[in-house]
Each structure stands twice: as C-alpha cells, then as structure tokens.
C-alpha cells in the first residue's frame, strides 16, 4: 500500500513558477512508477508526466513539455512537479499517482493504482 500526500498548489497569475509536492508512503520512490496527471471542471483526467527512475522516462505531455519538469528528492521520498511559465489552460486539479508496475504506456490513469488527494492550481490571466 502507497499513500501519496500532496501539499501545495495555489492561485498564481500567469507567466510565473509554482513547485508541487507529492510525498510517498512505505515504498521508496526507485520502486514506483510515479506520475502527474490533472482535471480541469468538466473535462477528463489527462497525463502530464511521468518517471521510473533509472529505468525509464521523464515523459511529458506535449501542453507542458519545456515548461514542467517531474523530480525527486529520495531522501525524503518526495516527488516535485515543477512548472514554469504557467499559463490559465494549466488551471485544474493536480493528482499524484504511483504504480508498483513497469510500463509500455505511462499516460492512461487506469495504469496507476495509487492516488493522491489531488491539490488545486489556478492560473490567473
């Protein structure tokens, strides 16, 4: 079992940097498959990016790509979605997810079984 807890987000105008936090539970990070995906209202869940570390990856979606960046820091099992330059079509909810699993596919959230609460990110113009 892997609790995912995620701190952070904000109301930010566009343009600036917001940094988010996924802190994981009872698994070290090099073991888990570890995601971010967001939801805007009314829309459906969508990947933004991805890792295994030392394996494979970081994969971005293309409307973030340049812009986020996924990292870690192992020593305290936390994972940061850094985003830059954020523009209001990035306002949504921002959910961590984790995979004990290797993949061929890292952007269906069906492949994750674990789920941060989700924390909200909302870009001002």
């Known amino acids: 079992q892997v609790q995912l807890v995620e701190p952070g987000g904000g109301l930010v105008q566009a343009g600036v940097s917001l940094r988010l936090s996924c802190v994981a539970s009872?698994?070290?990070?090099?073991?888990?498959?570890m995601a971010w995906f967001r939801q805007a209202p009314g829309k459906d869940r969508e990947f933004v990016a991805a890792?295994?570390?030392?394996?494979?990856?970081?994969y971005y979606a293309d409307s973030v790509l340049g812009r986020f960046t996924i990292s870690s820091d192992n020593v305290k099992n936390t994972v940061y979605l850094q985003m830059n330059s954020l523009k209001p079509g990035d306002t949504a909810v921002y959910y961590c997810?984790?995979?004990?699993?290797?993949?061929?596919?890292?952007?269906?959230?069906?492949?994750?079984?674990?789920w941060g609460q989700g924390t909200q990110v909302t870009v001002s113009s």
């Open positions: 997810a984790a995979s004990p699993y290797f993949m061929s596919n890292y952007r269906p959230a069906g492949h994750y079984a674990y």
């Open positions: 890792i295994r570390w030392g394996v494979d990856g970081p």
């Open positions: 009872a698994r070290t990070l090099g073991s888990l498959t």
